[in-house]
């Protein structure tokens, strides 16, 4: 057995260290600098490896195409696809990443506990070119054609409306199916996330000189803390997990004359996340009542859609992921996203993209790590399958 840990952990040190933290504020995609100098050294290191055609998009995303063994040009195209951003939620800058043994004696990464790690998702990627290196120096192993993508900005959501859609039809004439390597622990994939809404909420009062306002004013202030108090807390994202909803309200602001409430509605079924959001128009007409003189205005939209059920129109994308997991002596359990993923988006867009684990735990955070052996498996699991599906 090659020692796939040399493939892969170089590199993942490497690209920790490189600040690539997105930033919500920025309305530039990709949101930071720094993404544009890790895409940089990830499109070198594929040319190194052979790929010498491997380019950076317009808006940073990184494409290279691994071509077909020859005769097995006809094969479906599966794409690999991870981040370069990482979250704003923990500090990104100066990461020194420490190596050591875990009390069950493995062999983990995890930053100096002043910064996150960025195994979400520098561990997808290093896991990507790890495998590309193994099948580039591998020609025995037979294959179709395997096009990987680095995409920017997943972390804020603002990567993925530039999708290189038409490059990437020109470059293999449509991808069969994508994998994001962006997942947790060993034998962890997904192929389920939520529904989710948004609902702006707003509330005009009946504003009056504050002295003479006995009986009259509606003071728009009260209207959305009592619709925000009118949320179910045991449906809140605090109270619930598994496959429960809920409401979360993640903005409030206003003053006497006019307020907004921000609402986050969510749930695995589509039927169920559009009740929730109905019963929003129940609160505000309560509101209402409360409030002579006040109006509540309710009015939502969809973010994302839960991929499964395009997922499950094309089964061989599971059935082959399930197969390269059994040749890889990996255990895989389904666990259903309580988010979305650019995944969740793309399999919208029609390329149905499960997502497989990476290896690495508490993401977003001072105590994130990874496990060297979980990276290696991960890495394993790339290559069977697109070994899977060339056969
Ligand atoms: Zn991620």
Known sequence: MENFSELIIPRFLRYVRICTTSDR??????????????????????????????EITDHCYVLAKIPASPGFQDKPTIGFMAHLDTSQ???GINIKPITEKNDAGDTIIRSDGTTLLGADDKAGIAEIIGA?????????INHGPVLIIFS?????????PFFPMDRIKALTGGLSACY??????????????????????????????????RGKLANACLMAAAFAVMLPRTESPEATDGYYGYYCPTEISGNLQQAELEVFIRDFDLGRVKERAAVLE???????????????????KIQYLNMKEKIDSHPE???????????TGVEFYLKPIRGGTDGSRLTELGIPTPNIFIGGRDF????????????ETACRLVVELVRVWGA
């Open 282 to 300: 129940t609160f505000a007409r309560a509101v209402e009542t409360q409030f002579p003189g006040g109006k509540v205005q309710v009015e939502w």
């Open 180 to 213: 994001t390597l962006d997942g947790g622990p060993l034998g962890e994939l997904e192929t389920e996330c939520f529904n989710a809404i948004e609902a702006k909420v707003s509330f005009t009062g009946r504003v009056i000189h504050l002295g003479t306002a």
């Open 132 to 140: 590309a290196e193994y099948l580039l120096s591998h020609p025995e």
């Open 89 to 91: 939620d923990a500090s």
């Open 25 to 54: 504020r920025n309305a530039e995609t990709p949101s930071s600098e720094g993404q544009w100098e890790l895409a940089r050294l990830l499109a070198e290191e594929l040319k190194v490896l052979g790929i010498v055609d491997a």
């Open 317 to 327: 994308v599971l059935a082959k992921l399930e197969e390269a997991a059994r040749r």
């Open 152 to 160: 920017p900005d997943e972390e804020t959501g603002k990567g993925l």
């Open 364 to 375: 977003h955070s001072l105590s994130e790590w990874v496990s060297v052996s979980d990276m």
